[in-house]
C-alpha cells in the first residue's frame, strides 16, 4: 500500500510480520516440491488486502488479531488458490513479478498445488476453535468461506464464457465481477464480524461496503491492465487484450466506436498470437472512446456507496478511518 494512507499503512506494517509468519506455516510439509510450488506466490507479497480487512473488521468490533488471525490466514490461501489456477487458465507468465506457478513446476503441479492451498484455507479456518473461537461462530464463518469459494469459481467460469461472445452487457459484467472478485472481499469482511461477534446489522453493512469496494477493486485493475507500468503492476500489461476479455473498458470501448474501429477492436480480442503493436493498438481504440473515464467514474461511485455503508457499520472509530483509507487507496492504487 501507499505511504499516504497512513493509519492503514500503519497498520498493515505492525500485522504483516506475523500474518506472513502464519501463513507460510501452513504451507511446509513433503513432498518438497508440491509445497514449494503452493508457497510460491505467497513468498513473492502481494498486497494481502483481504486478510488485512478481515483483521482490521475483526478490531473494529472488538476482536484482538491473535484470535482472528487463523481466519486471515484461510481468505489469503483460498486467493492464492485462485491466482495459481487462473494463471494456468490464463496462460500467464509471470505475477508479483516472478515467474508463476505452472512455468517453473509445470500445470499438472500447478493444479495440486492449487487444491493444497484450497484445502489448507478450510484446515486454518478451522483453527479458529484453537484460538478460543465459540464452535458456532466457527461454523458460520466455515460456511462463509466455502460460500466465497463456490461464488468465485461461479465468477470465474462466467469471465471465461464471455470472451467468446461479443454481446456481453455491462450489467453481465458487473454480476461477473460480483462474484469473481467482489466476493472474496465480502467473505472476508463478514467472516471477520462473524467470529468477533458483531450483530446481524452489522455484518450487513460491513458485508456490503467489502462488497462494493470489491467491485471498484476489480474495476481498477481493469484500468491498471490497460494503462499502468508493467513492472510496478507485477503481471502483464495488456493481456486481457490478448485473452479476449470483457472488460467494463472494452465492452464499453465496443458500445461506442463506429462499426470499421469496433470490427477492428474484436479482431485483436482474443487472439493470443498478435504482436505487441497491435495490443497497444487495440489499447489506443479503447481509451480513445472514453471508456477509462467512464470505468474510474464507475469505480468512484461504488467507493461512495461502499462509504455509506462503512459509516453504518459500528466499527469503532479507529478501524473507521483505516477502511476508510482503504477505500480510498483500492480506487486509486497504481499496481
Known amino acids: 500500500m501507499e505511504s ?18 502464519e501463513l507460510l506455516s501452513y504451507v511446509k510439509g513433503e513432498p518438497v516440491d508440491l509445497y514449494e510450488a ?14 488485512i480487512l478481515l483483521l482490521a473488521v475483526a478490531k473494529g468490533y472488538g476482536l484482538e488479531e491473535d484470535k482472528a488471525l487463523p481466519a ?45 492451498l484450497f484445502s489448507k484455507s478450510f484446515e486454518a479456518i478451522l483453527d479458529l476453535e484453537k484460538k478460543g473461537i465459540r464452535h458456532d461462530l466457527v461454523v458460520r464463518a466455515t460456511r462463509k468461506l466455502a460460500w466465497a469459494s463456490v461464488t468465485v469459481a461461479e465468477g470465474q467460469a462466467l469471465d471465461m464464457d464471455f470472451e467468446k461472445r461479443d454481446d456481453v452487457s455491462e450489467e453481465d459484467y458487473m454480476l461477473m465481477i460480483e462474484k469473481k472478485t467482489a466476493a472474496l472481499f465480502q467473505a472476508a469482511a463478514e467472516i471477520g464480524a462473524i467470529i468477533a461477534g458483531a ?5 450487513k453493512h ?21 494503462k499502468a507500468d508493467e513492472k510496478k503492476l507485477g503481471k502483464p500489461v495488456l493481456s486481457d487484450i490478448r485473452e479476449g476479455k470483457r472488460t467494463i473498458l472494452v465492452i464499453y470501448a ?9 470490427r477492428v477492436l ?28 467512464y470505468a474510474w467514474i464507475k469505480a468512484r461511485k461504488l467507493i461512495d456507496e461502499a462509504l455509506k455503508h462503512l459509516e453504518k457499520s459500528g466499527v469503532n472509530d479507529e478501524v473507521y478511518e483505516m477502511l476508510s483509507e482503504l477505500a480510498e487507496y483500492i480506487v486509486s492504487r497504481e499496481k
Not at 4 to 21: E, H, V
Open 72 to 116: 486471515a490466514v484461510a481468505i489469503e490461501l483460498l486467493h492464492n488458490f485462485t491466482l495459481v489456477h487462473d494463471d494456468i487458465m490464463d496462460r500467464d507468465a509471470f505475477r508479483r513479478n516472478v515467474p508463476t506457478v505452472h512455468s517453473i513446476w509445470g500445470e499438472a503441479l500447478a493444479i495440486l498445488a492449487g487444491d493444497l
Open 266 to 293: 474484436l479482431s485483436i480480442l482474443g487472439d493470443r498470437t498478435a504482436p505487441i503493436e497491435k495490443l497497444r493498438y487495440a489499447a489506443r481504440l479503447i481509451e480513445d472512446s472514453g471508456a477509462v473515464q
Open 206 to 226: 460491513i458485508g456490503e461496503y467489502a462488497r462494493l469496494a470489491g467491485k471498484a477493486f476489480q474495476i481498477r485493475d481493469d484500468i491498471l491492465g490497460l
Open 254 to 262: 465496443l458500445s461506442k466506436l463506429d462499426a470499421n474501429k469496433r
Open 38 to 51: 503452493s508457497a510460491h506466490l505467497l513468498k513473492a507479497g502481494g498486497k494481502r488486502l483481504r486478510p
Open 199 to 203: 450483530s446481524e446489522e452489522q455484518i
Open 4 to 21: 499516504k494512507n497512513l493509519k492503514i499503512m500503519a497498520y498493515s506494517r505492525k500485522i504483516i510480520d506475523k500474518l506472513n509468519a
